[in-house]
C-alpha cells in the first residue's frame, strides 16, 4: 500500500547553534518537503535520501583540498565543518527528511487519475531538488577558484609556508581523480543525476588545474632559490679568494681599476652615491680599486677594517700574529666570543683570520687577504709597497716607526691612530699634499713620525693596554675616524689631518687639534740629511724600542743568576711547607687590587727604592724575599735591583732575594688554573 508522509520539523526538537540559526535563515527559499498533496512510496524516498548523500559524497571528495575550518558564505568547503549556504551538504537533513513515529502516516489514492497526478507532482519536486543542488555545487565550486585566483598573488598563502597545521593534500594524478570519481558514480542512473554529476565534473577539473598549477610554481620557487644561492656563493667565493694560512707577502692581489659601477654597487653603495660633498661615482670607484693595508686587528684595528668593509674598498690586507683572548672582547668588537681563550691551555683564533671573516661576512664583494705574521724589516716594505695607503693600528713602538720608514721610502700614506687609558691620538703622516704653483702642480711633503718623535721615549715606549688599561670604546672611536681619513685620503674630498695632531679626551668629550710642525731639515728618514735609507738601517735603529708583546726595553732586561730564578711550582712547595718568607708584588696597584696571591705585599717598581724599608722590616735580615709580578719582568727587575742595593750596602736587612719565573701567567699555567688572567 502506498503511504504518503508529511514530515513537519518538532518544536521539540534541540535549538541549533547561532551558526545554524543564521544558516537557517538563508534557506528559506528552498525547496520544501511539506506539502502533503505529494505522496511517495516510502522505499522511493529513502531512496532519493540515498541518492543526495552519493552525490554530496562526491562533492565531499572534491573540496578536501581546504581546510576543516575554511568557510564560503557563510559554510565549510569540506571535512567536519560541510555547512554550504547554511546548509549540510554532506549528509544534510534538509535534503534526508527523516521519519519518526508520530509521523501522519496517510494511504496514497487509489486511482489511477489520482496516481498520475501524484506522479507529476513527484517529479516536478524532483527536478526542482536537483536545480537547487546543481546550483549549490556551482556556487561551491566558483568560490573555490575565487578563493584562489583572488590569493595567486601571493603564493606564500597557497603555499601554506606560515601555517602547517592544516596542510593540502597531495594533489591526485588526473588518472586516480577520473577514477575515484567512476567508482563514486558507479550503477548511478542516466537522467538528471547527470547533470548533477557533470556540473561536479566541471568543478572538479576547475580545482584540479589549480591545485596542479600551485604545486608547479612551488617546485619552480624552490629550484630558483637553489639556484641562487649557489651563484651567490660561488660569486663570494670567487671575488673574496685569497689563499690565508701560507701567511706569504705574495698572497696580496693587485687590482684592476674600476671604471664603470655594477648594479649591486649601486644598490649596496647609494647612500654614499648620493653625497654631495664630491664623492659620487667617481669616489666609489676610486674605492673599489683601491687597496688598504692594516696593521693590527685589535680594538682600532677593529672598526677601521669593518667600516673600510662596508664602504667598499677593493682589497683589504690584515697583518696580526695574535690571537682572541678573552680580555680583548671588551673594546676589539670585531672578533667573537666563541673565537677567544678561555684559559691557559685554550688557543684563541688568529686575529687577522677572525677579522676576515667577519668583514666577508658584512661584505663579501670585497677581497681580503689575512697574513699570521709579525711585521719586520724583512717584509715591512713589501707590504707596504703593494697597497695604497697603510694604517697604523699596532700597539707598539717598534712597530710605528718600522711602518714610517717603510712609507716614506715607498712613498705611502700612513693614516695613524692610537689608544690608552682614556685617550687617543689621530694623524696622517707622509701625505703629499697637491700645491698649485700657478704654471705647475708640485707635490709636498708633510711631516712623519720620526719629525714628531725622533728619539723614542723609553718611559712611554713601555706602556700598554695590559700594563695600563684602556676605555673600551676609546680605540673603537679612534679606529671609525681613521677608516674616514682613509677615504678622504683616497678620493680626495675633505681636509685631510696632515697637519694635524687630533688628541681625543672621553672623560671631556672633547677634541683638540695641535698644528703639525713641518718636517724636520735634519729627519732620520725623510730629509736630504736621512741616515736611514733601507730598512736595515731602520732596523738598527729600533734595537731599544720596545716592540710587540714586549714590556720592558731589551736593553734593560734584568740579567740575573740562574739561582735567583725559582720557577711557580717549586715556589708553591714552598707555600705549602709553610716556611717563612716575604712574597713581594711589585704590580701596579689596580693590577694588584684586581687579583693576588694570598699574603703577598703590593710595592710598585716605580716605588720600591721609596719603600725599601718596608721591605727590610718584613725580612729582618733572615727571610727571603721573592718578587712577583704578572709576566715576570718587572720582579726580575725588583730583583736586580734589590740586589744591587743590597751590595751596594743600602738595605742591610735583607737577607736574600728571587724572582719567581713567568709570574702570575706561569701561576695559572703550572699551579693554579683558576687563578685570574688577564
Known amino acids: ?223 630558483l632559490e637553489k639556484t641562487n644561492h649557489d651563484v651567490e656563493e660561488s660569486t663570494a667565493v670567487a671575488e673574496a679568494k685569497s689563499t690565508l694560512e701560507s701567511g706569504n707577502v705574495d698572497d696580496v692581489p693587485s687590482l684592476t681599476q674600476i671604471r664603470s659601477l655594477q648594479p649591486h654597487h649601486i644598490s649596496r653603495y647609494s647612500r654614499q652615491l648620493l653625497l654631495s660633498d664630491g664623492f659620487g661615482v667617481n669616489g666609489q670607484q676610486t674605492l673599489l680599486s683601491s687597496s688598504i693595508l692594516v696593521i693590527g686587528a685589535g680594538g682600532i684595528g677593529s672598526t677601521v677594517l669593518l667600516y673600510l668593509a662596508s664602504s667598499g674598498v677593493g682589497h683589504v690586507t690584515i697583518v696580526d700574529y695574535d690571537t682572541v683572548e678573552m680580555s680583548n672582547l671588551h673594546r676589539q668588537i670585531i672578533h667573537r666570543d666563541e673565537d677567544a681563550s678561555k684559559d691557559w691551555k685554550d688557543v684563541g683564533m688568529n686575529k687577522a683570520q677572525s677579522a676576515k671573516r667577519a668583514m666577508l661576512k658584512l661584505n663579501p664583494t670585497i677581497s681580503v687577504t689575512a697574513l699570521e705574521i709579525m711585521i719586520d724589516a724583512s717584509n715591512a ?104 681619513e682613509v677615504i678622504k685620503v683616497l678620493t680626495g674630498i675633505g681636509n685631510i689631518m696632515h697637519d694635524k695632531l687630533l688628541m681625543y679626551d672621553s672623560l671631556d668629550c672633547s677634541f683638540f687639534n695641535i698644528k703639525k710642525p713641518p718636517p724636520k731639515r735634519n729627519c732620520a728618514v725623510c730629509s736630504t740629511e736621512a741616515t736611514i735609507k733601507c730598512m736595515i738601517d731602520s732596523e738598527q735603529s729600533l734595537e731599544k724600542v720596545r716592540g710587540p708583546s714586549v714590556c720592558a726595553l731589551p736593553s734593560q732586561t734584568p740579567k740575573l743568576s740562574e739561582e735567583q730564578h725559582i720557577s711557580c711550582s717549586d715556589y708553591n712547595e714552598l707555600r705549602t711547607s709553610g716556611k717563612p718568607h716575604v712574597l713581594l708584588d711589585v704590580r701596579v696597584t689596580r693590577q694588584y687590587e684586581m687579583c693576588s696571591l694570598e699574603g703577598s705585599i703590593n710595592i710598585p717598581l716605580e716605588r720600591l727604592e721609596a719603600e725599601l724599608d718596608k721591605v727590610a722590616e718584613l725580612s729582618r735580615g733572615e727571610l727571603p724575599v721573592y718578587c712577583l709580578c704578572r709576566r715576570g719582568i718587572a720582579s726580575a727587575e725588583a730583583t736586580r735591583l734589590i740586589q744591587q742595593w743590597m751590595d751596594e750596602g743600602k738595605c742591610s736587612g735583607i737577607y736574600s732575594v728571587y724572582n719567581l719565573k713567568g709570574g702570575l701567567n706561569s701561576w695559572v699555567k703550572t699551579v693554579d688554573s683558576e687563578f685570574p688572567q688577564y
Open 1 to 223: 500500500m502506498n503511504k504518503r508522509t508529511t514530515y513537519t520539523p518538532s518544536k521539540s526538537s534541540p535549538k541549533r547553534s547561532n551558526n545554524n540559526q543564521q544558516s537557517s535563515r538563508r534557506i528559506t527559499k528552498r525547496p520544501s518537503y511539506d506539502d502533503s498533496s505529494s505522496s511517495v512510496d516510502n522505499s522511493s524516498l529513502y531512496a532519493q535520501a540515498a541518492t543526495a548523500r552519493e552525490e554530496s559524497s562526491i562533492r565531499g571528495n572534491i573540496s578536501e583540498w581546504g581546510d576543516n575550518d575554511s568557510t564560503f558564505n557563510g559554510g565549510g568547503i569540506g571535512g567536519t565543518t560541510d555547512d554550504v549556504m547554511g546548509g549540510s551538504v554532506v549528509g544534510s537533513s534538509i535534503l534526508r527528511p527523516r521519519l519518526r513515529s508520530g509521523d501522519d502516516v496517510d494511504v496514497a489514492p487509489s486511482t489511477a487519475d489520482d496516481h498520475e497526478d501524484h506522479l507529476q507532482k513527484r517529479q516536478g519536486k524532483r527536478r526542482t531538488l536537483v536545480k537547487w543542488w546543481s546550483n549549490v555545487v556551482s556556487r561551491v565550486s566558483r568560490s573555490a577558484s575565487s578563493l584562489l585566483n583572488q590569493h595567486s598573488p601571493n603564493l606564500n598563502d597557497i603555499l601554506n609556508d606560515g601555517d602547517n597545521t592544516h596542510p593540502p593534500p597531495p594533489v591526485l594524478r588526473k588518472e586516480e581523480d577520473v577514477s575515484i570519481r567512476s567508482e563514486s558514480v558507479a550503477g548511478r542512473g542516466a537522467g538528471a543525476g547527470g547533470a548533477v554529476l557533470q556540473t561536479i565534473d566541471h568543478g572538479n577539473d576547475e580545482v584540479f588545474v589549480l591545485r596542479a598549477q600551485v604545486v608547479r610554481l612551488k617546485e619552480r620557487i624552490q629550484q
Open 381 to 484: 716594505m713589501e707590504l707596504v709597497s703593494k697597497h695604497d695607503v697603510v694604517v697604523d693600528a699596532c700597539d707598539n713602538p717598534r712597530t710605528r716607526y718600522l711602518l714610517n720608514d717603510a712609507c716614506v721610502l715607498a712613498g705611502k700614506t700612513l693614516v695613524s691612530g692610537s689608544a690608552m687609558g682614556t685617550e687617543g691620538q689621530l694623524t696622517v703622516y707622509n701625505y703629499h699634499n697637491h700645491v698649485d704653483n700657478s704654471d705647475s702642480v708640485e707635490k709636498k711633503a708633510t711631516a712623519c713620525y720620526r719629525c714628531l718623535y725622533p728619539n723614542p721615549n723609553p718611559v712611554e715606549g713601555c706602556k700598554s693596554c695590559s700594563d695600563n688599561g684602556v676605555l673600551g670604546p676609546v680605540p673603537g672611536l679612534i679606529g671609525v675616524l681613521q677608516a674616514v
